[in-house]
């Protein structure tokens, strides 16, 4: 039974290690743009591969995967139980930091991450089996001690190693110091881009000192975090900064950049929604879009809205050709400024500078802006 049962869970082990080395290709085509949809992804895997955790010592960890499952399979096929064992650990251990990384640091679960880890754990469950079979008992002490020093090992070189920020600037190495506003508007490239800033959605007094310009869809995750640094740099600079806040539906029912793909059905009415508040109720439009950005589909826009405005004037509001030529500008002007990348979210700072991305932590964010900006300070 040895020889047979032996030969089952090896053949069960690289079975696993092969679906190991799929995903994690794809999680890295993934971080590299190879394999996403145009714009922000609907779930919360662009927020954990644009994070500080997805790499260690520069490396994405997804390519530290696929060549720890790529040698996993080779020592299956020739035989290597040595070198089996110390990659059952390596793997497991990885797993089960990286997910106590999105647990209780980014409370954010990557789908395809998740299903890498579980098959890192099934992996190792099954390595366990298999060495119990082949050599007894002792050997599986051996693989946990690798499973704790990969688990160890890995968070310290994330936790006190190099971070590379998940975002990065675009524009002018020494960007003027000078206000991104004159007057009533906000400047950005020489002039080339002129925005009112009592014309747009805002969040923040309309007399800041800083005015930048986000682009963003409500139904994308990085987005939504990102909204979240944004409301944190308002609150730290109390007065100084105000965000105009551009929606770019990633709808192909209005948005005519899209072509095969169409991440966020229904983005299109949920911006319609936002800027028919903003028009009608400028003053409420700040919590009702914060609201909005916690649960963002149509029939909360839609509930929240009228919470502020009967049926017919919602509906008047967002049937106005204004409203559907703003979304159109919008859209126009996020393909102008994405030569490089078209991700959202898009930030605009500065007069000249862009930031592509979402950052890897607030703090990362708060820091860089502070600089970007000329703060001298945190109030």
């Known amino acids: 039974m040895k020889p047979e049962a032996s030969r089952i869970l090896g053949v069960l082990l690289a079975l696993l290690a092969l679906a190991g080395l799929a995903l994690c290709l794809l999680l890295l085509a993934q971080a590299h743009g190879a394999a996403a949809t145009v714009g922000c992804g609907g779930s919360a895997c662009d927020e954990v591969l644009a994070s500080r955790?997805?790499?260690?010592?520069?490396?994405?960890?997804?390519?530290?995967?696929?060549?720890?499952?790529?040698?996993?399979?080779?020592?299956?096929?020739?035989?290597?139980?040595?070198?089996?064992?110390?990659?059952?650990?390596?793997?497991?251990?990885?797993?089960l930091w990286l997910v106590f990384v999105q647990w209780v640091i980014l409370r954010r679960f990557c789908p395809l991450c998740m299903a890498v880890h579980s098959i890192g754990c099934l992996a190792f469950l099954g390595g366990l089996a298999a060495l119990r079979v082949e050599e007894g008992p002792g050997m599986r002490f051996r693989t946990v001690a690798w499973t704790v020093a990969s688990f160890l090992a890995l968070g310290l070189?994330?936790?006190?190693?190099?971070?590379?920020?998940?975002?990065?600037?675009?524009?002018?190495?020494?960007?003027?110091r000078e206000p991104a506003s004159a007057g009533r508007?906000?400047?950005?490239?020489?002039?080339?881009?002129?925005?009112?800033?009592?014309?747009?959605?805002?969040?923040?007094?309309?007399?800041?000192?800083?005015?930048?310009?986000?682009?963003?869809?409500?139904?994308?995750?990085?987005?939504?975090t990102m909204s979240g640094h944004l409301e944190a740099l308002v609150a730290a600079h109390p007065g100084k900064v105000a965000i105009l806040v551009l929606p770019v539906p990633l709808d192909a029912s209005c948005n005519r950049e899209l072509s095969a793909t169409n991440p966020h059905p229904g983005a299109c009415e949920i911006s319609r929604i936002s800027l028919a508040v903003w028009k009608r109720l400028p003053e409420r439009f700040e919590a009702f879009h914060r609201e909005l950005l916690?649960?963002?589909?149509?029939?909360?826009?839609?509930?929240l809205a009228l919470r502020l405005m009967d049926e017919q004037t919602l509906k008047t509001a967002m049937e106005d050709p204004e409203t559907d030529l703003a979304i159109q500008k919008h859209i126009a002007l996020w393909k102008h400024l994405s030569k490089t990348n078209d991700k959202l979210p898009k930030l605009l700072i500065g007069?000249?500078?862009?930031?592509?991305?979402?950052?890897?932590?607030?703090?990362?964010?708060?820091?860089?802006?502070?600089?970007?900006?000329g703060f001298s300070s945190t109030p």
């Not at 260690?56 to 070198?83: D, H």
């Not at 007399?207 to 986000?214: G, P, S, W």
């Not at 007069?351 to 900006?373: A, C, N, W, Y």
């Open 185 to 224: 508007q906000v400047v950005f490239d020489g002039g080339k881009l002129v925005f009112d800033r009592d014309a747009l959605p805002r969040i923040g007094p309309a007399d800041a000192e800083r005015v930048l310009v986000e682009f963003f869809d409500y139904p994308c995750a990085a987005c939504r």
């Open 351 to 373: 007069g000249s500078r862009i930031v592509h991305g979402l950052p890897s932590t607030r703090e990362d964010f708060l820091r860089v802006m502070k600089q970007e900006l």
């Open 157 to 176: 070189v994330q936790v006190y190693g190099p971070a590379r920020p998940g975002h990065w600037i675009e524009g002018s190495a020494n960007p003027a």
């Open 53 to 95: 955790w997805s790499r260690a010592l520069g490396i994405p960890v997804a390519g530290l995967g696929a060549l720890a499952y790529a040698g996993l399979l080779a020592a299956i096929a020739t035989g290597q139980r040595g070198i089996r064992l110390v990659l059952l650990g390596v793997i497991a251990g990885a797993a």
């Open 294 to 303: 916690q649960s963002p589909d149509q029939v909360t826009a839609r509930r």
